[in-house]
C-alpha cells in the first residue's frame, strides 16, 4: 500500500514537472458583441501576435481567418481590425464583403499593435455597422485559462492530497 502511495506521488511530480514549460498564462478571450439584435461570437488568443504586415503603425492591428459565430449559426471565417484610441477605439468585423460591425468607442485592448492584450470587462460601443444607424453595441471580454494551467492546479491538489495521504499513513499529525 505505501509503495503505491509513494509511486504515485512520484508519478504526480514527475508529470507536474514535465509539463510546467509547456503552460502558459496567457490563455484566450472569449467575445460575445450583441448590436441591433445580432448576437456575434468568436474566440482570440488573449495576447495575438499580428505580425507586422497586419499593423497600421500607431492606428489599428488586423487579425485574419476568425471563426466567428452570428445569431447560433455555423461560425465562419472573419477579418478583424482593432483601434487605437487615436484611431477612435473599437474594432470592424468583416463577413465577406460585408462589414456588419464597425464599432467605436473605447480601445478593447493594451500594449503595443505588434502585441496587444485584450481587456476583459464590458464595453459599450456606438455600431455604424451594415443596417446600423449607429446603435450602442454591447461587447463582453472574459478570459478562458488554459487548458494546460487547470491541469497544473488539479496536479497541485493532487500532490497536497498526496502529502496528507502519507502523513496519515504513516501516524504523522497534521498541523493546520
Excluded at 514549460?21 to 501576435?49: C, E, H, I, M
Excluded at 470592424?92 to 467605436?104: E, Q, V, W, Y
Excluded at 454591447?138 to 485559462?145: E, G
Excluded at 494551467?149 to 502519507?166: K, N, P, W, Y
Aim: charged share 10%; with cysteine; hydrophobic share 45%.
Amino acid at each position: 500500500m505505501m509503495k503505491k502511495l509513494i509511486g504515485l506521488c512520484a508519478l504526480a511530480i514527475v508529470f507536474s514537472a514535465a509539463s510546467a514549460p509547456v503552460a502558459k498564462a496567457d490563455g484566450v478571450d472569449s467575445f460575445t458583441y450583441q448590436s441591433n439584435g445580432n448576437t456575434f461570437v468568436w474566440r482570440l488568443p488573449a495576447s495575438p501576435f499580428p505580425g507586422n504586415s497586419n499593423v497600421s503603425p500607431g492606428l489599428s492591428f488586423t487579425l485574419n481567418n476568425v471563426s466567428v459565430s452570428e445569431n447560433g449559426a455555423a461560425p465562419v471565417l472573419a477579418t478583424f481590425d482593432f483601434f487605437t484610441l487615436l484611431d477612435g477605439g473599437g474594432f470592424d468585423l468583416t463577413l465577406g464583403k460585408a462589414m456588419p460591425i464597425n464599432a467605436f468607442g473605447l480601445a478593447v485592448f493594451n500594449g503595443s499593435l505588434n502585441s496587444p492584450t485584450f481587456l476583459t470587462g464590458k464595453f459599450l460601443l456606438l455600431d455604424f455597422g451594415t443596417g446600423d444607424d449607429g446603435s450602442l453595441g454591447k461587447l463582453a471580454v472574459t478570459h478562458v485559462p488554459e487548458p494546460s494551467s487547470v491541469g497544473l492546479l488539479a496536479i497541485g491538489f493532487l500532490l497536497v492530497a498526496c502529502v496528507f495521504t502519507f502523513k496519515r499513513a504513516n501516524g504523522l499529525q497534521i498541523q493546520s
